[in-house]
């Protein structure tokens, strides 16, 4: 198996992409070597990734090993998950090409692929942490998933070609991670019930049967719904600003799962984010209530856009036995509004109780004021796995949030 260096990238490069020009300079970097460079680099943890600026244009080439940087312990990660992020990349491309970049190549028997280089990319993730407000966020992001969800579903797709796809995006391995991980593996620990906080109400609330009842039901359909081709670690970390717009990277988790999962993942990180809002320090009041009211409002637009965008599919393009189907449409825009309220909730949870606890909460100085916002996080997170079936539209999620906050804050006053 060819393994890729920064020594033999250019004569790799020059025998798979036609016209590439290296009789000049040929700058060839390793995303995630250099400590102090900008986050916008993005993925890196993992996977090999490298960057080359040539006269003949720049490229990003990402190689999948089994033995992958970053993890320690001898752990080894399926090498077939490069494949399946470079076919998700080119399907969507397809079908949102503004929020994909182009794949130049692929090279399967060595699990490596070239995209375009996006100049300055930015995850949104860390402009939030940074108070900096992305523009249509919530626009764009609705958007990108009501498209990519609807044209790679049943109501679109033949069937055959569904059930293809079905077959093609199992991804059984890495997907394993999130079903134990993110579901099962955080819940109920010590960590989840000593470290962050001493209330009895803290204690209690993982091993709460209602909330277990509700965390299993959302793993069933995790693991058994087959909707359309979703990323599965769609959090903020993962979405970045570009000079031209947002773009999406790192698809390497992806398989053909739920509606609602990639919305509920990307809410909950800002959840994480509104929660670290109410307690890090800021210039003024003032501005912390503008950047509260940013993200409850990228929130709902969230939630409008990709329903707007949806229903605009499905009316111009469903297959004849959907299109005039206006209830059965309307049933399955809400049941994927309750179910990614839920899966926000239950990511958020997660990720609040890793050992590797988010940079949202990281970046608030005051020891106790983490401890608070992580709390409240997931307290709220508790609040909306119990009551997210009764939620009609997106405005009685935000209510729920905004009310919690309302009733958690004054207790820690007292």
Known sequence: MFIVTKENIIP??????????????????????????????????????????????????????SNPRNLNGGLSVASYRNETECDTMMILHSIVPE???RVIFQDK????????????????????????????????????????SFYTSEFFLE????????????????????????????????LDKDEYHKWQRFRQITDDPACQTNRLDLRRTFMTHSDCLIHADFHTS????????IKMLDFEFSFMGPFG??????????IATYCA?????????????????YLLSTIKMLFESYNHTFIEAWNRDAKPEYRDQEGFRNQLLKEMLQN?????????WCRTTDIWSLPEYRAIENEDERRFAMTMAVLLDHELILHRNGFENVDDFIDLIIHFENTYMPLLMR
């Open 109 to 148: 028997p060595n699990h490596i692929f070239v995209m375009e280089f996006i100049e300055n990319l930015k995850a949104v993730r860390f402009q939030l942490i940074k108070e900096n407000q992305v523009p249509d966020l919530g626009l764009k992001v609705g958007d990108f998933l009501a498209r990519s």
């Open 12 to 65: 790799y490069l020059k025998e798979h992409i036609r016209g590439f020009e290296d009789s000049q300079s040929v700058t060839v970097s390793v995303m995630g070597e250099d400590p102090t460079a900008d986050e916008g680099e993005g993925d890196g943890h993992i996977n090999y990734v490298f960057k080359i600026i040539s006269p003949s244009g720049s490229y990003v080439l990402k190689q999948g090993l």
């Open 277 to 293: 809002s109410c307690f890090k320090e800021y210039p003024s009041e003032m501005e912390r209530q503008q950047c509260k009211a």
């Open 159 to 190: 069937r055959a070609k569904f059930r293809s796809m079905q077959s093609q995006f199992e991804n059984t391995e890495l997907r394993q991670i999130m079903e134990d991980g993110i579901f099962l593996n955080r819940f109920g620990t010590d």
């Open 238 to 245: 993962n979405v970045f600003l570009s000079d031209d717009g």
């Open 261 to 270: 999962y990639d919305m509920g993942y990307f809410t909950g990180s800002l």
């Open 340 to 348: 990614s309220v839920g899966y926000a909730a239950i990511t958020n």
């Open 99 to 101: 929020y994909i970049p």
